[in-house]
């Protein structure tokens, strides 16, 4: 099975990737976007799914500072992305 990892940093926690990107919008032309997060996407083939959040906790994830979500893809998808 294919499947996507999406981390992101907590709400709280200062993501100054997202802050440069949220100051240089309006330069560019950009307005109405708010809230910039930025994170990082892992895709892996698995057996099965039963140890991708224990992989995420222990090596993907800083659980202190990131959440992740998981996400199946179906085949197609992964074909697409």
């Known amino acids: 099975m294919k499947v996507r990892v999406l981390i ?3 709400q709280g926690i200062l993501d100054p990737q997202g802050k440069a990107i949220e100051r240089a919008l ?3 032309g950009f307005s109405g ?3 910039v997060r930025v994170g990082r996407i892992v895709e892996l083939e698995a057996d099965g799914p039963d140890a991708i959040p224990d992989l995420c906790e222990k090596l993907l994830a800083n659980t202190l500072i990131e959440d992740y979500e998981i996400v199946e893809l179906e ?7």
């Not at 085949?75 to 992305?81: T, V």
Request: net charge negative; aromatic share 0%; no cysteine.
């Open 8 to 10: 992101r940093p907590k």
């Open 26 to 28: 309006p330069a560019l």
């Open 33 to 35: 976007i708010d809230d």
């Open 75 to 81: 085949s197609s998808d992964a074909a697409a992305a």
